[in-house]
């Protein structure tokens, strides 16, 4: 399992190296996302609310889900499709293997996106610094999340409408943890609660993923 | 099989080990179901039948598959990897030696195209490509989906001349094909499909 | 026999829900600070009771039977959707009567409370579900995916819940919802209400009842269809 998911994220890793859709499509939209964020707020908030966490986590959600999408339609070409279930891939294994690649991508998106909101919305450096724990479990949480969403959505019509009808109520919670989680990092206030919710998810994911990832894969 | 239209209806054989069998028929005949059937690709919903001794209704098709060599109609792998990476992710996975990569490709004739991502490869390349990945894998039965459509002269006499060196050592490889194969290949069993069942044997 | 339960129960659902009414409307009096509009309190709960409890909750079991290796079949499937579906009727419901309720005593349509917003958060799943059967043709995988998804959204709501909650007692107290006060709910308020959910309780399993002998019946047709496909495709062939 540990080896097809080592396998497998080196893989996803590697295409994206080389495609490069990450860098040239996704981060700018990324940043753009931001400064859309601070136009929304208006020229009197845009670089001093308190809503900053809030809209940081709401780019970081869109990111995230367009990262889901893109990660699941490496293997959505019939012909790779059948290609690869040839290979007979422990699916528990190519479950974990997705995740670890999403996760990576979406923390180089996260940190890039920390430091725009730093620029753009004028959080606090040493804030950023501090949220960085929390910021980057709550990505692991989506980037498992998102997986398995993502498998349920392959092949059938519209999935690329359907996964976020799909994925979004789940992405709530994270969310809201998030974003407390980050307001506590830059105001201070109360964080184990914050750590309970997605590290909870967590494990919930990853146990969810592993004992069914097959089930879903299997055509 | 997808919505409620069976694409075979009817379709008895068996295969002994180390001999060619040829699917033929016109196109929607069914082969390419049959073929995806044989190698676990596809879920069996009635009748039964048994490849490499595993049970095609409730035995392990994931073992299976690991054991079947496929050569699809697309030959489609990861765009993005270049002709290496992409049998160096195949022969990882199923836990092959990854030195026979090099001599595969110099065997199906892409060993200058070893760096060169997949993408780029013309149509009778990637054809060539998915022969490459079987050899890597060396399974115990292969599938080919009209292996020699698309091919120009020489890549169909490589393909002829890797079956005859495939049954030589006791693969049993299954082929569809619009009509007659070239002479240099006998098969040891013709089926004849149309609408999904068999209609001539010989 | 299934036929003359489902006949028994439906019978049984009409009369609870006709003394349900009676009772609640007539027999028993307005509330001192709510006046009438307490005789909510017998529909209101209930409904909920049975869209987040009885129908959410035979969903997942159904679907979690269905994960199970050795007590898979279509069967638990169709249960399951049907469940589901039942419980997208009454989550809507408890949305609408809650929103009427919360209006006049809360001043508000909306509040941003944890049962509230982990209702609709549900309600969201279910459409959700919903539209990933729409999205799949093949049975056996539709089961498989709508099985997942809706374990999945087990998993979801309890963490769905703390979070708002949390979210709300971080931000601010939860002002709006101490307005309402307690209730003092006794006599005949009481029975009337638990009657309500015995009630509504029935009618759920006479929905499901009813629901999944016409879901069986659609797969039975469609069984049949198959077979006269099968036909079709063979004449199709020349030989």
């Known amino acids: ?219 | 099989m997808s919505g409620s239209f069976p694409l075979l209806a009817g379709l008895t054989f068996c295969a002994q080990p180390g001999t060619l069998v040829v699917l033929r028929g016109g196109n929607g005949a069914g082969k390419t179901s049959a073929l995806r059937l044989l190698g676990g690709l596809e879920r069996l919903n009635g009748g039964s039948g048994r490849v490499l001794d595993i049970d095609l209704s409730s035995g392990d098709r994931r073992g299976l598959r690991r054991r079947v060599g496929w050569m699809g109609h697309e030959g489609s792998f990861y765009e993005d990897l270049t002709v290496r990476e992409n049998l160096e992710f195949a022969a990882r996975s199923l836990g092959r030696p990854v030195e026979d990569i090099d001599p595969a490709l110099e065997r199906v004739g892409l060993g200058h195209r070893r760096s060169t991502p997949t993408r780029q490869l013309s149509a009778g390349q990637r054809r060539r490509l998915a022969l490459g990945w079987i050899l890597v894998r060396r399974p115990e039965l292969w599938l080919l989906d009209e292996p020699h459509a698309a091919l120009d002269r020489s890549a169909r006499d490589l393909v002829d001349q890797l079956v005859l060196d495939a049954l030589s050592v006791g693969v049993t490889v299954v082929v569809s094909a619009h009509d007659q194969l070239d002479a240099r290949l006998a098969p040891d069993q013709v089926l004849v499909l149309s609408g999904g069942r068999v209609v001539e044997e010989s | 026999m299934m036929r003359r339960s489902s006949r028994w129960l439906g019978w049984t659902t009409a009369v609870l829900l006709a003394v349900t009414v009676v009772m609640g409307l007539w027999i028993t009096p307005p509330d001192q600070v709510q006046g009438n509009l307490v005789r909510l309190l017998y529909i209101h709960p209930a409904i909920a009771w049975v869209a987040l409890y009885v129908s959410f909750g035979t969903a997942v079991v159904a679907a979690g039977l269905y994960l199970w290796p050795r007590t898979r079949s279509l069967e638990m499937d169709r249960v399951s959707y049907c469940a589901m579906e039942i419980s997208v009727v009454f989550i809507a419901l408890t949305l609408v009567t809650g929103s009427i309720w919360g209006r006049p005593t809360w001043g508000v349509w909306w509040a941003w409370d944890a049962r509230l917003t982990s209702t609709a958060i549900l309600g969201v799943f279910e459409v959700a579900y919903l539209a990933l059967r729409r999205a799949n043709d093949d049975v056996e995988v539709r089961a498989r995916r709508s099985a997942v998804f809706t374990l999945l959204t087990a998993i979801n709501v309890p963490i769905i819940h703390f979070s708002v909650i949390w979210w709300k007692t971080l931000h601010q107290g939860a002002s709006v919802l101490t307005a309402t006060g307690s209730l003092n709910v006794h006599g005949t308020m009481l029975t009337t209400m638990l009657l309500s959910f015995v009630g509504f309780t029935t009618l759920f399993f006479w929905f499901l009842f009813r629901r999944v002998a016409l879901e069986s019946r659609r797969d039975a047709r469609r069984t049949g269809e198959l077979d006269s496909a099968l036909e079709m495709r063979r004449r199709e062939g020349v030989g």
């Open chain 1, 1 to 219: 399992m540990i080896r097809t998911a080592w396998l497998v994220a080196r893989k996803d890793l590697r295409i994206e190296f080389r495609s490069r859709v990450l860098l040239w499509q996704v981060t700018p939209f990324a940043l753009l996302s931001l400064v859309l964020a601070g136009l929304a707020l208006g020229p009197d908030k845009a670089g001093s609310s308190s809503s900053a966490p809030g809209l940081f986590y709401l780019v970081v959600l869109f990111v995230a889900l367009s990262v889901v999408q893109r990660s699941r339609s490496l293997e959505s070409a019939p012909g790779t499709r059948a290609s690869v279930a040839t290979l007979g891939l422990d699916p528990a294994g190519v479950f974990l293997g997705k995740s670890l690649a999403l996760t990576l991508e979406l923390w180089g998106l996260g940190l890039i996106l920390l430091i725009g909101s730093v620029l753009f919305l004028h959080i606090a450096l040493i804030g950023a610094v501090k949220a960085l724990p929390s910021v980057a479990v709550t990505l692991g949480v989506m980037s498992t999340a998102g997986t398995i969403y993502g498998a349920l959505t392959t092949g059938g019509e519209g999935p690329v409408t359907l996964l976020p009808l799909l994925t979004l109520p789940a992405f709530a919670p994270l969310l809201v943890a998030g974003e407390r989680s980050l307001s506590a990092a830059l105001y201070g206030g109360a964080l184990w609660e914050w750590w309970v919710i997605v590290v909870v998810a967590l494990v919930a994911y990853v146990a969810v993923g592993v004992a069914v990832y097959g089930v879903l894969e299997e055509s």
